[in-house]
């Protein structure tokens, strides 16, 4: 009988464990500032594309920054999209980029920047910042559906135990 009982705590603690310590989901994670606090998250794979599209508080109109998942679990920048040069706005591309413009909008193509995470601040004056993702960009949601108007985010990819899985917030696209 002892042995059934030790046989069932152990089980019972490696359960736990699991749930608890190892990590078991990819997720495009948004941080509170500078925290572990996770606001929310949105289930992504190696080599999934998402975007984050902001609009220029100066000028305005969006602008459009098109990212991947590495297999080393970064985040690579390959593009961005922008009508207006100015305050913040890249007015060439560097060496082994690719400068064009396309249906009035500026694209500086094949970037390779790699961060291991980025700092991003939902607008509060005029907050319009978006998350897009899927095969053809067919999700979309508002910053304002999960965050505070002028919240700063602190964005990673990372992998979640099933109980941070489980307790956070998953970003859910409708569709655009």
Sequence with gaps: MRYISFSCVCCVTI???FIFLVPVNTALVFYKENTDKIEAFLPLEKGDKFELVF?????LTDVIEKYEITNELSIKQNEIVYEHFGIGMPSNASAGEEFTM???KYHIKNLNNIFPSINI???KTVSKNRLIWGEEGEHLV???QYFEQG???KIKVEKL????YLRGVMIDGEGK
């Design 142 to 144: 508002w910053f304002n």
């Design 15 to 17: 359960i736990a464990l």
């Design 151 to 153: 919240a700063w985010l």
């Design 121 to 123: 601040r939902n607008g």
């Design 102 to 104: 396309e249906e009035g």
């Design 161 to 164: 135990t099933l109980c941070k």
């Design 55 to 59: 609009t220029h508080s100066i000028h």
